[in-house]
């Protein structure tokens, strides 16, 4: 029921940003919950940060206030705003729809943050 396209993945050095932006196929105020994940190499998927479709918003510690989640319901996309990157963040992101009891998962964009 919904198709999701990441993108703004990239290799920066670390200190640098980068902007993810997950592209739905619907309306994401049809969709309860937008998240990011992310997996590095050998490690379980984690979750980034979430936005519900009331505006709710909940970060993981991890982020620490470097990352802001966002969307633009115009444009039916969610974005991952990623500042100070550190080579722990290095990983693939993948953006998350939660539709009722349905999950949908985009393919992934990678992100490398070198020293």
């Known amino acids: 029921q919904v198709q999701l396209v990441e993108s703004g993945g990239g290799l920066v050095q670390a200190g640098g940003s980068l902007r993810l932006s997950c592209a739905a196929s619907r309306s994401i105020r049809d969709i309860n919950v937008m998240s990011w994940f992310r997996q590095a190499l050998g490690k379980e998927r984690e979750l980034v940060a979430t936005?519900?479709?009331?505006?709710?918003?909940n970060y993981a510690a991890f982020v620490k206030g470097r990352f802001t989640i966002s969307r633009d319901n115009a444009k039916n996309t969610v974005y991952l705003q990623m500042n100070s990157l550190k080579p722990e963040d290095t990983a693939v992101y993948y953006c998350?729809?939660?539709?009722?009891?349905?999950?949908?998962w985009g393919q992934g964009t990678q992100v490398t943050v070198s020293s």
């Open positions: 936005i519900r479709s009331g505006g709710t918003i």
């Open positions: 998350k729809a939660q539709l009722n009891v349905l999950s949908y």
